[in-house]
């Protein structure tokens, strides 16, 4: 589920608005900020790889105690915080970019329908 950033307006709504058609080049424009609490920072390249498969601008943004032991693209965010998983998502929110955000886990996988 997406969220807009601080007016929280789900995709679908901003369908709707859009004329009820797809405007696909609205959502070319829009960033997404995808932030999740991890403790496993090994994961995260393989989720960068899955994700850049398609066209829409995106970020992630990724918070918990163990720091990456390689150099991480720009596109990928880490902050050192140590403290519950719910807590690490509030702070991931507060340092994100994106026009929508979305929470995930650091083993989720993406497909196409």
């Known amino acids: 589920m997406l969220w807009k950033l601080k007016k929280y307006r789900t995709i679908e709504q901003t369908k709707i608005k859009c004329r ?3 405007n696909f080049d609205f959502f070319l424009m829009i960033k ?3 932030i999740g609490s991890s403790i496993r920072p090994e994961l995260w390249l393989s989720l960068n790889d899955n994700l850049s498969k ?3 601008s995106y970020e992630l943004v990724f ?3 163990f720091k990456p032991n390689f150099n991480l693209p720009q596109n990928i965010k880490h902050i050192e915080y140590f403290s519950k998983p719910s807590q690490c998502v509030e702070k991931g929110i507060m340092n ?3 026009d929508y955000i979305m929470i995930i886990a650091d083993d989720v996988y993406f ?3």
Do not use: C, F, T
């Open 111 to 113: 497909e196409d329908p």
């Open 20 to 22: 009820n058609k797809y």
């Open 96 to 98: 994100s970019d994106g």
């Open 54 to 56: 398609n066209k829409v």
């Open 63 to 65: 918070v918990g105690p």
């Open 32 to 34: 997404i900020s995808l």
